[in-house]
């Protein structure tokens, strides 16, 4: 399972990567393994300005429909083109071109309340 040093993680299985003021977010390599091959991901949030854990979009899998809830508080600015004609980059590189939003951080110490790789591998162990 792979589980990056450098992103902070949820217990809902998403990751964060911060980069100055913004933060990109996806889901991890072992909740895009459980879901299974990934046909769509919608979020209708552009623009919008969420608070932490409120869903932005849903995750469509073969067999199921996820909410997808964001790990900090900001306003939602992309969503990862590349998704619309291929949302199985969720499935093949989940922490590389596989991210689903970018954000714009509220509070960037939102980030500091997050699991660490550490902490998320003992999580998904237990």
Same mark, same amino acid.
């Given at each position: 399972m792979n589980i990056p040093e450098n992103l902070k993680f949820t217990n809902d299985h %998403?990751?964060?990567r911060t980069e100055g003021e913004d933060a990109y977010v996806g889901i991890t390599d072992f909740a895009q393994n459980e879901l299974g091959d990934i046909v769509f991901v919608e979020v209708e949030t552009i623009d919008e300005t969420l608070e932490k854990e409120e869903p932005f979009g849903t995750i469509e899998a073969v067999k199921t429909v996820s909410d997808l809830l964001l790990p900090v508080?900001?306003?939602?600015? %992309?969503? *990862? %083109?590349?998704? %619309?004609?291929?949302?199985?980059?969720? *499935?093949?590189?989940p922490y590389g071109d596989g991210w689903i939003v970018k954000v714009k951080l509220t509070n960037p110490a939102d980030v500091d309340d997050l699991l660490d790789a550490a902490a998320y591998r003992n999580l998904i162990e237990s």
């Open positions: %998403e990751w964060v508080g900001g306003t939602i600015l %992309e969503l *990862n %083109e590349k998704l %619309e004609d291929a949302p199985d980059l969720i *499935n093949k590189d």
